[in-house]
């Protein structure tokens, strides 16, 4: 573990960059597994003063519909772009803004250890159905250490499984999903998101960036832009010979597609107003600290 600072701090450093980024929108997802009172983050998000961007559904303490969410703009304009989720012990009849997770989302399968991430099931919560519902795809690999069978996060991979497309890959997962549930992911939770192409993908998933066929492009990837939205691929169903850990570098998409700046007047304004609705947004990327944890100081 490595004391990663105290959440007192983090926080403030999020209010300074909201602040500073006035046109930006923020989502944070806590995870604890301490069972403290949401009340104690409340009393740190209202002394650090970030409490003021956060957004509180105009249903709570009640759910929000998944088509009552406001657009990004919407957002911008009203000055509440801070929306926060945690996982568990969420009262939103104490705290309005800190939003129950498994109220709004599902997950897939949670801290998944197959390369070629086959599976886009509903892992999170049990016995669950994804209609009304957002939902998180977990991208962060993950292997067994030991006879215990510990899950780490797989650093020596980290590159080939954050990479834009390919097997394994942040697209073919993200389209795999698509494929699944019949829309494009809201979250992509990642590790190590300083490797690999993890903006690139961003900007892909939410069409700001578009990818042309070169002569050398690897075989495994199929263009299908009738049949999926902007930035999700088609892919065949990968197999295990498709995972060669000789050469990590070999799933680097650089050297096989030419990137094409799609970023237009329109797709700008889609920044503010992707889509129609917060819930019906393109992909948000977001990185899991493994490793890492935050000291509550109140």
């Known amino acids: 573990m490595e004391n990663a600072g105290t959440l007192r701090s983090f926080l403030e450093n999020v209010n300074s960059w909201l602040i500073q980024n006035p046109d930006q929108v923020v989502t944070l997802l806590f995870t604890q597994g301490q069972g403290f009172d949401v009340e104690v983050l409340d009393h740190l998000f209202q002394s650090t003063g970030i409490a003021s ?16 969410w406001p657009t990004l703009g919407n957002l911008i304009s009203t000055k509440k772009r801070l929306i926060v989720f945690i996982d568990y012990h969420a009262d939103p009849a104490k705290v309005p803004y800190i939003m129950n997770e498994f109220d709004y989302f599902f997950e897939s399968s949670f801290s998944p250890t197959d390369g070629l991430f086959r599976s886009c099931d509903i892992h999170r919560p049990p016995d669950t159905t994804a209609d009304g519902k ?26 080939r499984t954050n990479s834009m497309t390919g097997p394994g890959s942040i697209g ?62 088609e892919l065949p169903e990968p197999s295990a010979t498709d995972l060669d850990d000789s050469d990590d570098d070999m799933f680097l998409i650089a050297p096989a597609l030419k990137l094409r700046n799609a970023i237009s007047d329109a797709a700008s304004d889609r920044l503010r107003n992707p889509l129609s609705k917060f819930g019906e947004s393109s992909v948000i990327l977001k990185a899991l600290l493994w490793g890492l944890y935050l000291l509550l100081q109140v």
């Not at 690999?141 to 069978?149: A, C, F, V």
Request: charged share 15%.
């Open 53 to 68: 961007f956060a957004y509180v559904p105009p249903t709570s303490p009640g759910v929000l519909p998944i088509d009552q």
């Open 134 to 159: 957002l939902y998180i795809v977990n991208h962060n690999l993950n292997k067994k250490l030991g006879h215990k069978k510990l899950l780490i996060p797989d650093w020596h991979h980290a590159r």
């Open 172 to 233: 073919g997962h993200a389209s795999r999903c698509f494929k699944t549930h019949g829309r494009r992911p809201n979250v992509i939770l990642l590790d190590y998101v300083m490797q690999g192409e993890v903006l690139q993908s961003q900007n892909l998933l939410n069409g700001f960036m578009t990818l042309e066929k070169t002569e050398n492009v690897y075989n495994d990837i199929a263009f299908n832009a009738s049949s999926v939205p902007p930035g999700l691929l």
